[in-house]
């Protein structure tokens, strides 16, 4: 049997190891932080804008729940501003939570001795702010039709921006329409 012999190899052939050079590390840095720079601002708005969408449903939520159960119990429901988590603020600003309860004997303002709490929402998040357009709370009659207003706009927005029921850029609007129907309308 003959035996045969293998050649050796060349150090520079493919099959040898090669390590990584210093310059093609800095450089693959590089454009690694060149590709965060350009990603960074519009995962930010990205981010923005799906946190208006939660804030938004949120209160979505909410006003359809208080328009199911005034006409489930055949009696006024109101959602409104909340700062103690017990009664109405007053104020046209969300942002600090709100309340839905069963609305009895006095329009618009809780009497805890006979309005039941059904909901409470907290405060929205620091840098958050919803606002609506006018009347500082919402209350639907026993046949689902809001009482008080025909209509309204709440804009929910991140407090930089500047928000309002008219504003049309960086902002979420819950628009409801006379009969009690609620729809979003998102502006980016």
């Not at 946190?51 to 209160?59: D, E, G, I, M, S």
């Not at 006024?76 to 942002?95: E, I, M």
Request: net charge positive; glycine share 6%; with cysteine.
């Amino acid at each position: 049997m003959a035996r045969t012999r293998r050649a050796a190899q060349p150090q520079n052939s493919p099959a040898s190891p090669r390590g990584v050079s210093m310059i093609e590390l800095m450089v693959v840095v590089l454009v690694l932080g060149i590709l965060s720079a350009i990603a960074v601002p519009g995962f930010k708005s990205t981010i923005q804008s799906s946190q208006r969408t939660v804030y938004a449903n949120q209160l979505l939520e909410d006003l359809a729940f208080a328009r199911s159960e005034a006409i489930k119990r055949g009696v006024r429901v109101t959602v409104c501003p909340s700062t103690d988590s017990s009664s109405c603020s007053g104020s046209t600003s969300w942002a600090t939570g709100w309340i839905t309860f069963v609305d009895l004997p006095t329009y618009g303002t809780r009497d805890t001795a006979t309005d039941t709490l059904l909901r409470v929402h907290e405060a929205l998040a620091s840098g958050w702010t919803a606002t609506k357009n006018n009347n500082s709370f919402v209350t639907f009659g026993p046949l689902g039709t809001p009482s008080g207003v025909s209509a309204f706009t709440l804009a929910v927005c991140a407090t930089s921006a500047a928000c309002d029921t008219t504003t049309t850029s960086s902002q979420t609007n819950l628009v409801m329409s006379s009969v009690g129907r609620v729809r979003i309308e998102s502006y980016n």
